[in-house]
């Protein structure tokens, strides 16, 4: 049997090694467009600000490693072109020599990823306009901004990508820096303590406000004018509106898609027999929402890799049922994190919504905080309905990893669908180095159930 | 009407707030024997090690305050020494004056917590013996090592009071320590990690022995002798063999007990009308368990207090089904955390178990860790039937208190019952600073899925 996997990425050699592990004489080819396999794109940012400073720690495991422990090759400067669903048969282009060829498979699993969402309007071909997807991308930045004098830099999008590379800017010595979006992360109070940590660390904003269009003011300069006819100037500018499936190969084929994304069951089938799909460019179902939607992160993608490899390798493996949607990161000292969905998602689906915020100490009062501030407090926001007094979302920020991380417990909750007062009689645990006695989320969903009916 | 309290702890004094803010009008009083009320006892061992260096800090609330606050008098160095549950009078001893009163009550609340066990074969007076239960016992040890010039202690048990208190002693300049005990906490592998903590940090361990006695060797020096014929000397002993409930006053009473601890049900009531029970003195119900124990520790205590005081104001209040049994506790710099139940308690209940303990990165391998060592791992136990795949049971250490309090979302999954499978599939957060991609609760959980049948 043979096995083609399209995208060296985590998903993509998860879903090889599982069926390599049950079939040693299968014959498997992944296809890789880039220079790199399995690396650990969420620690840009972090390479760029100098934090990670040896850039071979990004990557898990390099192709020799990965053929010689898994005997799989992973051929790198391979671009898949297309795929012959009626044929089994893949097109591939070696970027390096131009050659095109063709491969047969008998399973295909497709891993393509994600990419930098673009706008036609603020697409502008000038070496200060950076995207940051790819290990290339960061070494590119990287080695630009080594003394490159720049003291400005406007940052387009006010998701986590950007919150998390303000910070290496910053890092890397740039003092003038400006997040623009329409709306920051987080769409309740929540918004208000990042909204403080970035002016606590000098970065403005501008929010509320769509980029129009770029301009090139000069060769070192450039200007974003917003729809409201105000504009910005800066020495660069780094974009980050999001994150797409990296999907157009498959435009106007069989395989099914939504908007971009392909769609997957709780085995990682797609509609076309033998056809798996695995990570950023797939969908995922959203247990709360209780429907397919786009959220590239790694752990989902990791868990779609394995899943489809074990299916293909023909081993039991339990359905994925898919994800509450929690995710976490970092603004400079203040750890966040989310799961759930958003009250504008909650009330589309007929819940009776109310919440909490609760500021509280990150641990007891009297012990000494590991992070950067001492005794920064933490705050817990709970959604819920206040019919069926079911979680429906949550939102965290923290003065150190420890608090952010307690989204976890929140997303344990959601999973295991607890009601508010489910959730104020969990035995979390205490000691002053770990938590107040009442755990935060214990007093958040207190202060929830008193609105409850 | 007249609620008494007996006890000014966390426990009692939540149920008598709980009840002030429903009845202005009640008359309430709390009677507590030491002189001090709301207080952490879980930060003593952090106050003698210096790293809390105000004591004033350890009070969560004084006395004036909360009459002042709560409007709510606490008599403290007033110790009650018996109840007439017929007449419901409550007997009460000035313990400055030696005056003896009496008190009637139409609710009662019995918060009179826990206290240092006591073994007859270990028991002796000596000033170079120590307990560490209340805030005076803390304040006697740290004023007694003080320019002491002491070099050496045993510490009898291997709980974790002591795994705690060895780093204080040592803090203050102890550097011959041994701890001695049958057995140390955890019953697993686990051990391991917490016995490798302490050697490097230079603690000596005695295990599998019991004491069988104490000799005094000197004004200045102490032995223990143990029941294989061996024996220690060192120039203090600490003993902390556990912790039983303060409850002599109510033996041969009609109150309920279960091993000296107060019978309470859902809504924290004893078997005597409007006598209600609260915190280290009480039972707590194990949910996996599926019976009453006792576990003294403060989440539930604080829970229960306020339960209890929210049945007698009349206010409608969810019932407390207890525990699943999570604490925490730092060693050193290894940072551990243990929930649910024990193997041996689980084939009691009938389960057919198996169990993994994994080594894992805590934090993303690239990512420089907030803790004291740079990279030390983490490891995560998790104890299963691998007939139904239920989680019964886990364990941690780790290098931060990140780590540690992962223990959280196991407590959230056992509330939940969920399944090895349930655990596997969790939307739990990643980011470089937060986690391994892979969540060191998933990695666990994959390979104990492959263990169930």
Redesign the interface.
């Known amino acids: 049997m043979k096995l083609i996997v399209i995208g060296g990425n985590?998903a993509g050699l998860s879903a090889a090694s599982a069926v390599r592990r049950a079939h040693p004489d299968w014959i498997i080819d992944v296809y890789e467009k880039g220079p790199y396999i399995s690396y650990?794109s969420?620690?840009l940012p972090?390479y760029i600000s100098g934090?990670?400073e040896?850039r071979d720690?990004?990557i898990t495991i390099t192709r020799e490693q990965f053929l010689e422990k898994r005997n799989i090759p992973v051929h790198i400067y391979q671009e898949v072109l297309s795929v012959n669903f009626d044929e089994k048969i893949v097109k591939v282009k070696d970027i390096n020599t131009n050659e095109i060829f063709e491969g047969a498979y008998d399973y295909l699993v497709i891993a393509t990823g994600g990419k930098s969402k673009m706008r036609p309007e603020i697409t502008l071909e000038h070496n200060h306009i950076f995207h940051v997807h790819t290990i290339e991308d960061a070494d590119e930045v990287k080695n630009f901004l080594n003394g490159s004098g720049l003291k400005s830099g406007i940052l387009i999008g006010a998701g986590y990508i950007n919150l998390e590379l303000v910070e290496a800017y910053k890092a890397q010595g740039i003092n003038n820096l400006t997040i623009v979006g329409p709306r920051l992360i987080f769409r309740t109070k929540s918004q208000e303590y990042i909204k403080k940590e970035l002016e606590k660390n000098g970065i403005k904003m501008v929010l509320g406000k769509y980029a129009k269009n770029l301009e090139i003011v000069s060769d070192k300069r450039l200007r974003v004018n917003f729809e409201d006819g105000e504009s910005l100037e800066a020495d660069f500018i780094q974009i980050s509106i999001g994150v797409v499936p990296n999907t157009d190969i498959f435009e106007g084929t069989k395989l099914k898609m939504m908007n971009g994304a392909i769609v997957v069951d709780e085995y990682m089938r797609t509609n076309i027999e033998n056809v798996f799909a695995a990570g950023d460019c797939a969908t995922v179902y959203h247990?709360i929402l209780k429907r397919n939607t786009y959220l590239p992160?790694?752990?989902?993608a990791?868990?779609q890799g394995?899943i489809a490899g074990n299916v293909i390798a023909g081993n039991k493996v339990?359905p994925?049922?898919?994800?509450?949607?929690?995710?976490?990161?970092?603004v400079f000292d203040l750890?966040c994190?989310k799961?759930g969905i958003t009250e504008t998602e909650a009330k589309e689906l007929g819940y009776e919504t109310d919440s909490v915020l609760i500021e509280s100490n990150e641990?007891?009062?009297?012990?000494?905080n590991?992070g950067n501030q001492f005794q920064l407090k933490m705050t817990t926001y709970l959604l819920f309905d206040v019919k069926t007094h079911h979680l429906l979302g949550a939102e965290i920020t923290a003065p150190?990893?420890?608090g952010?991380?307690?989204?976890?417990?929140l997303?344990?909750?959601?999973?295991?669908k607890?009601k508010i007062?489910?959730i104020?009689?969990?035995?979390?645990?205490?000691?002053?180095?770990?938590?107040p006695?009442?755990?935060p989320i214990?007093i958040a969903a207190n202060v929830a159930?008193k609105k409850c009916r």
Not at 321 to 326: D, K, L, N, P, Y
Request: with cysteine.
């Open positions: 985590p650990g969420c620690g972090y934090i990670i040896d720690k990004l247990q992160l790694a752990p989902a990791n868990k394995r339990d994925f049922f898919g994800i509450v949607g929690t995710s976490v990161w970092k750890y994190g799961t641990i007891a009062h009297y012990y000494p590991r150190s990893p420890l952010g991380k307690k989204i976890d417990v997303a344990t909750a959601l999973a295991a607890m007062e489910d104020q009689k969990l035995d979390l645990s205490y000691a002053p180095p770990f938590a006695v009442w755990d214990l159930r």
